[in-house]
């Protein structure tokens, strides 16, 4: 029998609800059809928003939204997507199909779908083709409450006040599509792009975002914090970051020999669940990197780009990158996010992708039709741990499952505490059987237990004809003892267990 061990008279660290943040691109139809319809469309909206897609995003509470990109952002230029739409410059999306962008959603846009939501707001600055006025310009616009040409500008374009920016990133895989820089190169850029972007608010500062790593590319973390952390003049303030990003995709069958999205076998499920596990490993890898520089953990992890990357669904563009939704994502989402929370005290932000209909989305539309995957179904459960402490523990005989090339321990837990409510989540990778489970506590005495389950086949998933394939349900098999709980975690399976 498995046995967690939890120690909540030790104070865990805070996990920000940020941890639980989205993604969405100005790729294929996350935007254009999956968020945004404009206002004159037959599908219900407001200001051009989806109704149904807002309030299904708001019953997860999506806490932040990060935008325009990607490897888009390093190609946009702001100012193309602001003022009167009808005269807006187009452009074409070369990262994403080669199609036609009209730029009818731009920062006002942005900005009101974040007032729809409720989220904070994260802004992707563009490095690798745009200058640093145009980035310091866009700050300006966004947050400037004083007279300038630029706030007038906000002003005729409809909106007289500033907006809130939370997050302000600095480029975005520079390594890579962001423009293929070395890690000292893309660094000094960063250290002159960040200078100009000014604080208006210093009782509010946005907090920036470095360009970090791909994947275990330790050569680029090494580089770009020895050139941010180097002190040629004078006092190099912390690297001039909050923030350093990471990015990972997991990718059964690698890039070149692509999963399907909906049809896999057993050997391939544990291999997704493997390589789910290495974002633990990546977190380990950079955050030990980061100790050296900062040891006191003040700069986070923002993981902002993680999920399942398989084929597209057949018959779609495959620059759309349009994949449907399994119980296997579920376990990939539960157990990512179970991760970011042990790891909280240094993984401040992340970003699972992307939002709606691009990779490992929340929300798949058609139409005026919309489908909850079975990621979002986790996400509501999770929800719970948001602003809440971590809860340390120890999981013991964890038994080992898989193939013999690819074995996992089978169950992945985190546990949080908020409001007097201790939060269990926990992510059941075998497919073969049920796992009995021991939750101890160190004084608290339970009285009461709450729980819900989302479990089907591996390969169920939610479709428009049948959206309800998989969703949560009560859990009743939990019973509580003199210092915890016991129950029988089942296979395949994503519960959320609420002792008060
Ligand atoms: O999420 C899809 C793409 O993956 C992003 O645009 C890019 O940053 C990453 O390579």
Redesign the pocket.
Known sequence: MAKLYLRENIQGAHINPELQGQFS?H?GRGIYEGLYVKEDSGIPNENGMRKDVVEALREIRVPLLRWP????ADEYHWKDGIGDKANRKKMINT?WGGVLEDNSFGTNEYFELCRQLGCKTYVNGNVGSGTVQEMSEWVEYMTFDGVSPLTELRKKNGHDSPWQLDYLGVG??NW??GGNMTPEYYANLYRRYQTFCRQYHPDHPFKKICCGPNVDDTNWTRGVLSTCFQEPGGHANHGFMDLLSV?YYVLPGGWEHKSSATQFDAAVWYETMKKTLTAEDLIRLHGNILDTYDPEKKIGISFD?WGGWYEVEPGTNPGF?YQQNTMRDALLAGTTLNIFNRHCDRVKLACI??MVNV?QSVILTEGERMVKTPTWHVFHMYQHHQDADLVPGDLLENEEVGTDENHVPALNISASKKDGVYTVTVADMDLAKSHPLEIRFTDFVPKAVKASIVTEEMCAKNTFDEPDCVTEKAFSGVTLTEHGAKLDVPPCAVLLLQFS
Do not use: D, R
């Not at 990109?69 to 888009?72: E, I």
């Open positions: 691109e790729l990109g990607g490897c888009f990262n975005n895989e890579g599509c990015h780009e990158l992708a992307q990779l």
